[in-house]
């Protein structure tokens, strides 16, 4: 690698590590980039021939940033239409990060951004800042102006957290293509009996459409409910497709690491729908459909290729 010749150049060899941390904080990647923005301009500001640790200063700027956020954000999730999800990232996209080790690529998966809402924003920084990105508590604690004690004792008891709801199985992309072909042929086939088969006695649907699109407001609980509302779901009508300007065809990929299924009409992502997985079957479905949160993913789907589509509604 060349020698860093300029602050821009420090700054842009920063931005992708910077950008993977603000969307782990945040679960959304156009705020991810609006704090990357605003911490360059704080960067830009400052007397860098003093910061003696730049990755330091700006790893300390970014989260800080994010936190007020987070403060911010939940407040306006109070007023969300609906549902609130995190913002899918699909395959291949820088801002998912390091996925060198299994804490980096769980940190990052769609079921672990979904509870991390639940946590508070400091539990949440000092968890993303250990867990994905190994900064030792001493350097976290100087992040968030705490004792080191405190750090590990916030780490514990968010890793407890996050513990607590997981189900998951380790799932390899191969294995992710199976469960989505498996998932698409029960939920098309009309029938319920197919995807009660597929889903855990317990599973919920979870659908966030920000008033923009329709989306149930509150989950739904329960194999054969789960089961009902997604034989609906995927049924092929002509509301549906005067909705969404089109029919929807259905592919089989991987978001946040993750089994999903991504319906696109005319090269527009219209919904990403992220499959949880557990020992036992799939344990939640997460459907983004808010437009708002998409505009990335079509960005993504466009500069790949995807062959044929697996179904059209």
């Not at 549902?83 to 060198?100: H, K, R, S, V, Y």
């Not at 993750?258 to 319906?263: F, K, N, Q, R, S």
Request: proline content about 5%; some cysteine; overall charge neutral.
């Amino acid at each position: 690698m060349g020698l860093i010749t300029s602050d821009v150049d420090r700054f842009e060899a920063a931005r992708p590590r910077l950008a993977a941390i603000a969307y782990r904080l945040l679960g959304s990647a156009s705020e991810a980039d609006d704090a990357v923005q605003e911490t360059y301009l704080r960067w830009h500001a400052a007397d860098v021939g003093r910061i003696e640790v730049p990755e330091a200063w700006l790893t300390k700027v970014l989260t800080n940033i994010c936190l007020n956020q987070l403060t911010s954000a939940r407040a306006r999730r109070e007023t969300y239409v609906g549902q609130w999800l995190p913002e899918p990232l699909l395959t291949g996209d820088p801002m998912l990060g390091p996925a060198d080790t299994a804490e980096q690529r769980e940190s990052v998966s769609y079921a672990v951004l979904a509870l991390l809402e639940r946590l508070s924003p400091n539990e949440r920084a000092v968890y993303v800042l250990r867990e994905a990105f190994d900064h030792p508590h001493r350097e976290i604690a100087e992040i968030l102006d705490i004792t080191e004690a405190a750090s590990q004792q916030i780490y514990h008891r968010a890793k407890k957290h996050v513990a607590d709801g997981k189900a998951r199985a380790r799932i390899d992309e191969a294995a992710a293509r199976r469960i989505v072909e498996e998932f698409l042929a029960a939920a098309t086939s009309g029938r319920t009996e197919p995807l009660v088969r597929l889903l855990t006695a317990d599973a919920v649907s979870l659908g966030d459409g920000g008033g923009k699109v329709p989306a149930r407001a509150t989950p739904l609980a329960g194999a054969l409910a789960v089961a009902s509302f997604l034989r609906g779901l995927f049924k092929p009508s002509k509301a549906k497709r005067a909705l969404l300007g089109g029919a929807p065809e259905l592919y089989a990929t991987t978001a946040n690491g993750g089994p999903a299924v991504v319906a696109v009409v005319d090269g527009r992502v219209v919904a990403v729908s992220c499959l949880e997985v557990g020992p036992e079957g799939i344990v939640a479905i997460r459907n983004q459909a808010n437009p708002d949160k998409l505009v990335r993913a079509t960005e993504q789907w466009a500069a790949a290729d995807h062959g044929a589509p697996l179904h059209v509604l």
